[in-house]
């Protein structure tokens, strides 16, 4: 933990809980983040961040505003164990009691529950080795486990509450408001905070917290068929917690706001506010190239689906001898995956046409590109869309998150996920349509500027922190 002296003027302090993002993993969220605490910096911030790992360097340099910083790792005790048999069996019987009423779909008294467990404190040997706290994992492997070992369901059970257990017991920094960035542990965090510390709980989402842990849920092989329920049932009930107790939500856009209210968020405490970009810093001169040049902006890790856009450029490029192609991002994240996607372009020989350019700056490729690709199975709202707009670059993308209403709902460049051959229509319809693409060009960049500059989204949560912090919050 670091922390920084308080400014002797009394500021508005805003804890950012996050989890396995800002400050130590770059992208979408934790540029977010980034930018909005550079561009408040009458705000003081305070980090608390969930990780799975310990000391890992920081990949973002601190603002000034930031004055604190606290990371804690999950599933692992920072502090004391809970001790005291009378308040131990207290604290299990309410545990008991909400795991009952979760199972049967009732709404538990979460506060009670939290109330019960103080800051710093930790339920490890209490969870497993109480009658109480036994009987849970006992019934829970007869009711949901008849296949696997009782072993099996032990260590997952373990696994999952040391999780939760770390998180609930986790000290938070003392703030005005808990701004969370996703349900999952950070929201859980943000609503401990909230009922220990009596102080507003913001909610953001990005994308869907409980629907992206599902999908990565349903792809491994690690987790067996009932564990799988077992996960995708405990995130689904955490975000249906925080919605239920977060002060006030956000959405990025009005589909997922609907998804928010579906899991029981009160829509009066709801709001969509979405994403936007520096439209002076993207607002470029084209530099067109000869040929004709397809890129994709974005990480090299599996949920960006870099195969696909492999594939598809594979299509364009026997019909398009001129073509190049360009995945320019961070190959660095998931190494295992960056080789196999390397070994795809050498077996599918495009070798001489294709390029990983890694961390780069681009404002230097939307000078150029033709076309800007996204071929993701799972997105929240794509700024590198509107970025391209900018500079006058098309695009082409899967559908996901809100990339339909960005591209104008026109089924042209839309195409499911990791169908390459939809995808490659639409690249080469833009390569045989060059006046259709002056006029996208035009629309596109109107659409920016109408909707998404992110002074907007800066003066937004400049307002919405003040209202926010003159909540009364009471038991």
């Known amino acids: 933990m670091t922390e920084k002296t308080d400014s002797p003027e009394r500021r508005l302090c805003v804890c950012i ?19 909005l605490i550079v561009n408040l910096p009458e705000v003081d911030f305070k980090i608390f961040s969930i990780s799975p790992e310990a000391n890992q360097p920081l990949r973002y340099e601190l603002p000034p505003n930031v004055i604190e910083n606290r990371d804690i790792l999950i599933g692992e005790p920072a502090g ?6 009378k308040k131990g069996r207290t604290l299990m019987k309410e545990i008991y009691k909400f795991h009952r009423l979760m199972e049967a779909n009732k709404d538990p ?9 103080p800051e710093n404190r930790f339920l490890y040997n209490l969870a497993v080795k109480s009658k109480i706290g036994w009987k849970m994992i006992v019934q829970g492997n007869r009711n949901n486990n008849p296949l696997y070992p009782f072993s099996d ?5 373990k696994s999952s509450h040391d999780m939760l257990f770390s998180v609930l017991g986790a000290e938070a920094p003392e703030a005005d408001i808990y701004h969370a960035v996703s349900t999952g542990f950070a929201g859980i965090a943000a609503l401990a905070a909230r009922l220990r510390h009596k102080k507003p709980f913001l909610l953001t989402e990005h994308g869907l917290y409980h629907k992206e842990r599902e999908m990565e849920i349903r792809k491994t092989n690690i987790v067996k068929g009932y564990q799988r329920d077992m996960w995708t049932k405990i995130y689904n009930k955490i975000s249906r917690i925080c919605y239920g107790h977060a002060d006030h939500i956000t959405a990025l856009f009005e589909e997922n706001r609907q998804k928010q209210l579906d899991l029981g968020a009160p829509a009066d405490k709801t709001e969509v506010i979405p994403n936007g970009i520096d439209v002076e810093r993207f607002t470029i001169e084209r530099d067109p ?11 090299v890790v599996p949920i960006k689906d870099i195969k696909t856009f492999i594939a598809t450029c594979k299509i364009v490029a026997d019909r398009v001898p001129e073509a190049r192609f360009y995945c320019i991002g961070p190959t660095d994240e998931d190494e295992g995956y960056y080789e196999e996607c390397k070994l795809l372009v050498e077996n599918l020989k495009l070798q001489e046409v294709f390029e990983f350019t890694g961390r780069q700056n681009v404002l230097d490729y939307y000078k150029f590109l033709d076309v800007l690709m996204l071929t993701s199975v799972r997105e929240a709202q794509p700024l590198v869309f509107l970025e391209g707009y900018c500079g006058g670059v098309p695009a082409v993308s899967t559908i996901v998150g809100n990339v339909p209403e960005l591209l104008n709902f026109d089924e042209r460049f839309l195409a499911p996920s990791k169908d390459a051959s939809k995808l490659a229509e639409g690249v080469l319809y833009l390569y045989n349509n060059p006046e259709e693409v002056e006029k996208l060009r035009v629309r596109n960049y109107e659409k920016v500027l109408n909707f998404y500059d ?9 307002e919405m922190y003040k209202e926010i912090s003159e909540m009364e919050i009471g038991d």
């Open 153 to 157: 369901y032990y260590w997952a059970w």
């Open 289 to 299: 190239r000869p040929g004709f040049h397809v890129g994709l902006v974005g990480r």
């Open 454 to 462: 992110k002074k907007d989204l800066h003066r937004r949560y400049r």
């Open 80 to 85: 004391t164990v809970i001790k005291g048999p």
């Open 17 to 35: 809980v996050l989890e396995g993002s800002y400050p130590y993993i770059t992208g979408g969220v934790s540029a977010w983040v980034h930018d």
């Open 109 to 117: 008294d979460v506060k009670k529950m939290i109330s019960l467990m």
